[in-house]
Nanobody
């Protein structure tokens, strides 16, 4: 059973940057799709970025394209989300989750289906003030 632990959240001003980390354990790291999702108060959870653990497939939601960068470190079994040019609307709890089948074409095209992912962590809070 895959286990995911998020870290790196915090409070920043608009225009600032943060890097989130997602540590993956409990299951084979290779061949998975690890995706970042976020959920703001009163809103549905939405996917923002996903990456195959071999690094060959990457996808971003339109709302973060050009500002967020997802990457992964095989040696550390960790996926990162570098967030730049942060906006108040990026404020949310950020979660990572895994799809054992690898990133689908929909993920590569920036569409994330929650039902395809599991191993949800506790999340890490990101707050962006104006």
């Amino acid at each position: 059973q895959v286990q995911l632990v998020e870290s790196g959240g915090g409070s920043v001003q608009a225009g600032g940057s943060l890097r989130l980390s997602c540590a993956v354990s409990g299951s084979t790291y290779s061949g998975k799709c690890i995706a970042w999702f976020r959920q703001a108060p009163g809103k549905e959870r939405e996917g923002v970025a996903g990456i195959n653990t071999d690094g060959r497939r990457i996808g971003y939601a339109d709302s973060v394209k050009g500002r967020f960068t997802i990457s992964q470190d095989n040696a550390k079994n960790t996926v990162y989300l570098q967030m730049t040019s942060l906006k108040p609307e990026d404020t949310a709890m950020y979660y990572c989750a895994a799809d054992d089948r690898g990133c689908s074409r929909s993920v590569v095209n920036g569409f994330f289906f929650l039902s395809e992912f599991g191993g949800w962590g506790q999340g890490t809070q990101v707050t962006v003030s104006s």
